[in-house]
């Protein structure tokens, strides 16, 4: 038997666009065969099995795409769309891909990329700077470009607390002032230990009180009703007072900014003083009060005051004069004698 063999081409064209709108066509050729035998039959003449029917000429659009970097064929490769482009692996993560901060290498599309403060690192490189233990699904802190676990982090760089001298751990609360800072729950009057919060607050050296406990320490306090003097406070015989405890001690009227004086460590105001505690003028009857530095005279157990010390006739004043006493007058010189004259003429 013998067989005889025919061969058929069947042509291929792809079509590629590139950048810039331009198209490009390419054209190839592949062949297939069609085989036709011939057979003897027993009688030894030849029989040959009908040919096939020729196929019918067509050509085939295949779409390839190409790496959008080095024009290689993508065809059975794995490769990665960025901004609608293609790239094959290669180029990708050579153009792409980031290098591990740790390590150097290129973190590639096989590989997690971890990041933090625009650093990169592989997954198993992702790693405390001290104890080199893996920070994957762990808190960690930053200083100077290094990343450390929470542990580390804390012995090397973490504040303390004034209160406790313990750290500051990832998420606590902390309360500031000035340069010291606090556990929100060390954050207590020294006094009555009760935390302080956003309350008021009073600083004493390196003390922090309430406000109750400190007034009750060290606030002033009025010497009359004990309570703090928070604002118009009098002192008198360096002693604090309320201006409104500030008062006459006789008939309660209030001395702040008024003339006053004492008696037995009293405060009176001037009337009540004069009327209780004065000497009173021999001419007028008032009280000599003194105060203000109201000058009077005495003389044998009788007082005058300055004003009133005049002659009982010509009404001139003695202050500073020789005088004489006529009785329960006072008389000066002139006066006395012109008196003395007339009694002699009666005579």
Known sequence: MSAATTKKVKKVTKSVKKDGGAEITTTMETTSTLISSECEVPNGRRTSTPSLPEPVKKDFEIETMFCHHCDDSLAGHRYVLREDHPYCIKCYENVFANNCDECGKIIGIDSKDLSYKEKHWHESCFLCNKCRCSLVDKQFGSKADRIYCGPCYDAQFATRCDGCSDVFRAGMKKMEYKTRQWHEKC???????????????????????????????????????????????????????????????????SLAGQRFTSRDDKPYCADCFGELFSKRCTACAKPITGIGGTRFISFEGRHWHNDCFVCSSCKCTMVGKGFITDGEDIVCPECAKKKLMADSIEQ
């Open 187 to 253: 954050f207590v009057c020294c006094t009555c230990k009760n935390p302080i919060g956003t309350k008021s607050f009073i600083p004493k050296e390196h003390d922090i009180y309430c406000t109750k406990c400190y007034e009750d320490k060290f606030a002033t306090k009025c010497i009359k009703c004990s309570k703090v003097i928070t604002q118009g406070g009098v002192t008198y015989r360096n002693e604090p007072w309320h201006r409104e405890c500030f008062t006459c001690t006789h008939c309660q009227k």
